[in-house]
């Protein structure tokens, strides 16, 4: 029984490296994207914030500037459309821009066209405010599948820990999830649209600072290594030691 349960086991094993080594070796790297390597001194985190921008937006890019700290949004069209001005002010202050679809459709249940209708409109719009097209996508609810990432050349970016702000709105608890939970390498997700969320992550970036951990954009976290990152794959988490972590 032992034997086969091991036997079954490596089997998954083997067919978990083969598949990401096929994945490596077709993925398209002649779009690959690079950043500029970031001081690796200190434990860095990348902050993302979804469903944007909304009435806390301004809050939360005042209190980023004051603090020297940069960050990363994932936008929706529909609120870049009503909200125009926090998106150029975004650009400006030098935070990472990505799309997170016009109206947050599930990729499981819509099709190709128009999952690509829904983020070609939000690139566009974006793109006449700020002047750079988005690189990055954030799928809503994590949802997607290597096939569509390829054929809108989008890099996707998901995720390694979050205080699950949509669920706990209250400020001290997800303060108190940043103190306990706070890890090199991590790639946070956030909503700047809940009310607790903005004031609990203020304070929690004062407190890790005192601690060591410093704030980068997404893709800085990612090349931190030297890596490139490739259009058609979802990276989640960056060691600080190791290649990015994609699937």
């Known amino acids: 029984m032992k034997k086969r349960l091991f036997g079954a086991s490596a089997g998954i094993i083997a067919v978990i490296l083969v598949f990401g080594i096929v ?6 790297y002649a779009k690959t994207y690079s950043a500029a390597h970031v001081s690796q001194a200190k434990k860095q985190i990348a902050l993302t914030f979804d469903d944007g921008p909304g009435k806390h937006t301004r809050q939360l890019l005042d209190g980023l500037r004051e603090r020297g700290v940069k960050a990363s949004f994932f936008l929706m069209g529909s609120k870049v459309e009503r909200r125009p001005e926090l998106v150029k002010t975004m650009h400006d202050d030098g935070h990472l821009i990505g799309c997170h679809t016009w109206s947050h459709i599930s990729f499981f249940e819509h099709t190709d066209a128009e999952i690509k209708d829904e983020i070609d409109r939000t690139n566009t719009l974006i793109e006449s405010i700020t002047g750079e097209r988005p690189k990055f996508l954030r799928p809503p609810y994590g949802y ?3 096939a569509i990432l390829n054929k809108i050349d989008s890099i996707a970016i998901l995720w390694s820990a ?3 702000d ?3 709105i209250d400020e001290e608890y997800i303060y108190n999830w940043f103190l ?3 890890r090199d390498g991590d790639i946070v997700l956030l909503h700047d649209t ?3 969320t903005v004031p609990a992550v203020l304070r929690a970036i004062d407190a890790l600072t005192e601690q060591g951990f410093e704030f980068v954009r997404v893709d800085e976290l990612l090349c931190r290594n030297g890596d490139k990152l490739a259009p058609g794959l979802a990276y989640r988490f960056c ?3 190791s290649r990015a972590w994609y699937i």
């Open 162 to 164: 979050s205080p699950r």
């Open 239 to 241: 060691p600080c030691d």
């Open 144 to 146: 997607y599948t290597g």
């Open 194 to 196: 809940k009310d607790a």
């Open 180 to 182: 306990e939970h706070a």
């Open 23 to 28: 994945s490596f070796l077709l993925t398209p």
């Open 166 to 168: 949509w669920v706990h």
